[in-house]
């Protein structure tokens, strides 16, 4: 039975990647339209967005985790009797 799965997971893949179509997406260059670059408010490039935010949920989610770990650690504790 290895023999033919073998050879049938390999034929699916040869027929899957020659199928594969190319994916054409659109150019990371900002547009040489009026009014700057369309990603961001007016600003021109750059940060896009509130960073001071960001940042911050990122702090507040980090404190949580270790919180949230350290009480799963104190209250699933074994008892040492």
Known sequence: ???????????VAVGWLAGVATVLAASPTP?????GDPRSAGQGPGLVG??????????????????LTLAYVRLTAPRRG
Not at 50 to 67: K, S
């Open 1 to 11: 039975m290895g023999r033919p799965a073998l050879a049938a997971s390999l034929l």
């Open 31 to 35: 547009s040489a339209a009026a009014g």
């Open 50 to 67: 509130d960073p001071a935010f960001a940042v911050l949920a990122v702090v507040a989610i980090g404190l949580g985790a270790v919180v």
